[in-house]
């Protein structure tokens, strides 16, 4: 273990960085965070109404789909790490292969991303949480829980990576475990309806007519396949990062997808009225099939499982995101670099950048107490903005690669390299546009154009800074 923290402090110190933090999390525990991140139940449970609605039972071939085209990125995002494994994970990446502007807006992207992606899972846990304990929420009192949600994981978080590291493998296990015993059980002793369902588009049309149904179910899938960055983000605390985060994205994509698809196919096969799902007409399809399989009191067992992993995935959404604003900080590249740069000297975390991450989302959620289709619209953003980032880094790998850029880490692609850039490229751009694309022309144009209009407000406000607070020509 000492050699290999040698040889990490080596590599660091030929990248002109000296770490202060503890590398104290292990290969599992660095997976499980990714794991947690990706979350299955919270993606699968979260947006399986709305990806039924929108396409039918042939959604679930979008987890397939959708998790083959991540995996393409995710053996980007291992090339880069591998030679940079340093925490921050996107922004230390583009820096390094481009340059520092785009570096900067690809912080920015992200870290906007993270801080509302942060509020969208408390706020869609909260309604888990009230129907867990019995009660019924007024819609301002569902914002408190939520709040609260994010007050409990930063207190977490600010214990240390210590603490942060055994919650993670943690949830995990909960979190995995409760995947297969439950979906196990529902495809054993509650199915519904056959196999073939997963090929009956229904009403939305037959071949090519039903392509456009099928494009808007798959924004349910995307929202479940982005997390396996976070392995990297801590890259400067998990030893032998430059193979190990590699290996752990890679694990996040098979498991973490291979346990939202399960979960997906067992729901979709236990549906007690398929009809009323995809109609609509049954508003919370997942908690009426867990009821009439499981009864009230299994139905309570399997809500605190999923208040396990809403409360995981929270506590690693905050984890990449002041990791992320510490690696900023420390270049200088934001107000309030030198209090967000430090590190505390008891449990080595960047204790400032970690109530950042949860007092912004907090007040984001907290919008919905007087604005709720504004908190709606400002979530909606949570998922392209990760996508915009990604691709960022996806392209920058990819420009490198154009000026000479070889990998040179203990993980690479070798002559597979360029085609798996560009095709993550490829399949990166049609996921944003894909995201993008209004779909509900009924619907008030901040509603069918919330992708789209919080984007623009993101990339322009970075660009506004960048453009006054000149922050990339501060010394890196």
Request: proline share 5%.
């Amino acid at each position: 273990m000492t050699e290999h923290h040698d040889a990490d402090a080596a590599q660091l110190k030929d990248l002109g960085i000296e770490s202060g933090f503890e590398r104290s999390m292990s290969f599992w525990e660095n997976f499980s965070l990714g794991f947690t991140y990706l979350s299955p139940v919270v993606g699968v449970y979260s947006v399986f109404a709305m990806a039924l609605k929108a396409g039918g039972p042939p959604m679930f071939w979008n987890y397939i789909l959708v998790g083959l085209g991540q995996l393409l990125v995710c053996l980007v995002f291992g090339e880069v790490v591998s030679q940079y494994p340093i925490s921050g994970g996107l922004y230390p990446w583009t820096l390094r292969l481009i340059g520092k502007r785009t570096a900067w807006m690809a912080a920015w992207v992200y870290g906007w991303a993270l801080f509302t992606t942060v509020a969208a899972v408390a706020v869609g846990g909260s309604p888990f949480m009230a129907q867990l304990l019995g009660l019924e929420l007024s819609a301002s009192a569902a914002i408190w829980v939520a709040v609260a949600m994010i007050v409990a994981t930063t207190l977490l978080n600010v214990s240390g990576t210590r603490l942060l590291a055994r919650v993670a493998m943690f949830g995990f296990v909960c979190e995995l475990v409760g995947a297969i015993v439950v979906g196990g059980y529902l495809l054993a002793f509650h199915r519904h309806h056959p196999l073939s369902i997963l090929f009956e588009t229904g009403s939305f049309g037959s071949g090519a007519s039903y392509l456009p149904a099928f494009l808007a179910s798959s924004v349910a899938a995307m929202f479940c396949y982005y997390g396996f960055e976070a392995c990297g983000d801590v890259a400067e605390e998990t030893p032998n990062a430059g193979t190990a985060i590699p290996k752990s994205m890679r694990m996040t994509i098979y498991i973490g997808g291979g346990a939202a698809s399960f979960v997906c196919l067992a729901l979709l096969l236990a549906l007690p009225d398929l009809g009323a799902a995809v109609s609509g007409a049954e508003a919370d399809p997942v908690g009426a099939t867990l009821k009439g399989a499981l009864g009230v009191t299994g139905f309570r067992v399997v809500l605190a499982v999923v208040m396990v992993s809403f409360l995981s995935c929270l506590l690693s959404l905050q984890a990449a995101a002041s990791r992320l604003l510490y690696s900023f900080a420390r270049d200088k590249m934001i107000f309030g670099s030198e209090t967000l740069s430090r590190l505390s000297p008891n449990t080595k975390v960047p204790v400032a950048a970690l109530i950042v991450t949860g007092v912004v989302p907090a007040l984001i959620a907290s919008l919905g107490h007087w604005l709720q289709d504004a908190v709606n619209t400002i979530i909606s953003f949570a998922a392209i903005g990760i996508y915009i980032a990604f691709q960022m880094v996806v392209a920058s790998a990819l420009l490198a690669r154009l000026r000479g850029w070889k990998p040179a880490g203990p993980f690479t692609l070798g002559t597979w390299g360029w085609p798996v850039n560009v095709a993550a490229l490829v399949y990166g751009t049609g996921a944003v546009v894909n995201m993008i694309w209004p779909r509900s022309p009924a619907d008030p144009w901040y509603v069918n154009y919330a992708m789209l209009v919080t984007s623009a407000v993101v990339v322009a406000s970075g660009f506004a800074y960048l453009t006054l607070g000149r922050p990339h020509l501060k010394n890196v």
